[in-house]
């Protein structure tokens, strides 16, 4: 029997792509699924779809959690539902494929708020609550991105480097509690990010596109085995090797030209 059937899962941006992923294979795992993200009518549907195929209980709450009052807001519904939330994936964030000085400063404010200090503070509610039962998981995405400064996309990894040092650090915090921190590092997945980002997939790009499905399932399995972080797929953890090896100074041209 999985360590999370019946427990309850909240999941932020589940509307597509790695979202829909990670609640339908929690679902698989008997874990009930608080779906979070703006389109109500995609959560209305994989809500239906969990119940029906997988027999769980499903919660639906359509918001923007890319304003400074989101994350308190989202924790005290959950709350005032009654809902013990012992699994919190942090999925919901975006990217913006533009050099930075050519990004209007509202579009990236909205990005940092988001990937950033929305994710940390529905990480600090949500962690506090588990550390009290002495029971919980979090998975945190992050991106290949965080390992290096990558120029068209400066902020954005930026961010990306914020969370993969923030969750590897809460995870050696907790170590000693039955709360685990895990962060997924994934590169190129198959999802609607570069759509919303504004970038076409090269070559290079889309040799190393994983599908959403096995990315999800890697960083669940990782979770539940409270690692850390994990790195899907042999590509880019040998990319993300390399970029340790390399001399600082060149590794902005050399991200620069994977990523324009």
Known sequence: MSKIKGKWALVTGASSGLGVDFATILA??????VLVARREDRLKALADTLEDQHKVETRVIAMDLGTSTAARALYE?????????????NNAGFGIHADFMETEWERTAQMLQL????L???TYLYTKDMLARDFGFNLLVSSIGGFQPTPSYAAYAATKSYVLDFGEALAHE????????????????RTEFMDVAGQEISGI??????????????GIKAM??????????????????????APRRIVPA???FVMK
């Open 254 to 256: 050399i991200a620069g």
């Open 205 to 218: 790009v889309n040799l190393a596109m994983m599908e959403s499905r096995r990315c999800a399932n890697i």
């Open 77 to 89: 519904k959950t709350k005032a539902e009654g809902l013990e939330i012992d699994v919190l994936i």
């Open 120 to 122: 940390t503070e529905l």
């Open 224 to 245: 539940l085995k409270k690692k850390p972080s994990v790195v899907p797929g042999l590509l880019n953890k040998i990319a993300t090797f390399s970029v340790r090896l």
């Open 174 to 189: 907790l170590r000693n509690t039955n709360v685990g921190v895990t962060v997924l590092a994934p590169g190129g997945t």
């Open 115 to 118: 990937n950033l200090t929305t």
């Open 28 to 33: 698989e795992h008997g874990c009930n699924v």
